[in-house]
């Protein structure tokens, strides 16, 4: 009886105690469904087991816990090698979620923080295709959710990173090129010019050179240009186009080249053609001839050069 006593006694310290006690953390626990998981917060012992971790829930298209999971190992083993690869990674679960301007920071975020990471090209063209993306008008996404309006102004962004962070790799000059396609999808056409100018004197055996050049062209129309510039955007696009034909006469562009500057020639002249009637109807007979004779020695391949030349024998025997 004592002894069953005592046992009843010890029993009832032992429950008393347990009950009183902390809570033991919990361990990490395994099921097919779910691999390893442990306590919230918890990482793995080394930057290898961890990135295996993380990479499972990524594999499983668990792109939220995925996520959590790289970040820990970004704050737990930044100077690892795997760190490179789980940023990177970062970046694919933005691209897989659908939220292509996040995947491009995260992507950006890699080259620029590991830029010796081995997945340094690859990332290069998954920019590019985000890039093309944007250029193309898709929207980019406001706190998981599509916004109005395109975003090309992201292509630009994107672009610009891809020509100055690798600016001799693969993508380089297509990046550039597609910089200046973006500029002037959104009426910014100096700048423009500008990107495509870049291409040709960083890239002068591109074989975009010859399109950079009659982009250059169709920008120099529709802009409004400064000093460095002709004054007259048409007579800016005039010479381009003139230039292009002359240094590729064999390109695939170089028939709708020629076309284009038989239309601008045909509107420069028109134009000339008025003010030498302007002059005429104020009976400066001079200043209109000089006109019209811009028009037959500059323009004599258009439709106005016989209107013209009929106008200046008309007035010289008026003077």
């Not at 097919?32 to 993380?54: N, R, Y």
């Not at 890699?110 to 944007?134: K, M, W």
Request: include cysteine; proline fraction near 4%; aromatic fraction near 12%.
């Amino acid at each position: 009886m004592k002894f069953l006593r005592l046992a009843r006694q010890l029993l009832l310290v032992a429950l008393i105690a347990g009950a009183s006690a902390p809570p033991a953390s919990a361990a990490w626990i395994w099921s097919p469904q779910t691999g390893w998981i442990g306590p919230t917060g918890a990482v793995k012992d080394s930057p290898e087991e961890q990135l295996a971790f993380a990479v499972g829930f990524f594999e499983r298209q668990d792109y939220k816990r995925a996520k959590r999971e790289f970040r820990k190992l970004l704050k737990a083993y930044r100077e690892s090698r795997e760190a490179a690869e789980a940023q990177y990674h970062l970046g694919r679960c933005e691209e897989e979620d659908g939220d292509y301007y996040k995947a491009f920071l995260e992507y950006r975020k890699t080259v620029q923080t590991y830029p010796s990471t081995a997945r340094f090209a690859e990332i290069l063209e998954r920019e590019y295709r985000l890039g093309n993306h944007f250029l193309a008008g898709k929207k980019r996404k406001f706190f998981g959710t599509a916004a109005i309006l395109p975003a090309r102004d992201k292509a630009i962004e994107i672009f610009q990173a891809i020509a100055d962070d690798g600016p001799f790799s693969e993508h380089g000059q297509l990046a550039q090129y597609k910089l200046g396609l973006a500029h002037a999808a959104l009426g910014n056409y100096e700048a423009a010019v500008s990107a495509f100018e870049q291409l040709v004197s960083r890239y002068p055996d591109s074989p975009l050179v010859d399109d950079a050049h009659y982009q250059i062209a169709l920008a120099s129309l529709k802009g409004t240009f400064k000093a460095a510039y002709d004054q007259s955007p048409t007579d800016t696009a005039i010479r381009e186009l003139r230039a292009f034909l002359k240094r590729y006469p064999e390109s695939e562009l170089s028939g709708e080249a020629a076309d284009r500057l038989q239309s601008l020639q045909e509107r420069r002249a028109q134009h000339e053609y008025q003010v030498g009637q302007f002059y005429e109807r104020r009976r400066r007979h001079a200043s209109a001839i000089i006109s019209y004779e811009a028009v037959v020695a500059q323009y004599g391949y258009t439709s106005w050069a016989p209107q013209a030349a009929a106008r200046i024998q008309v007035l010289q025997q008026r003077m």
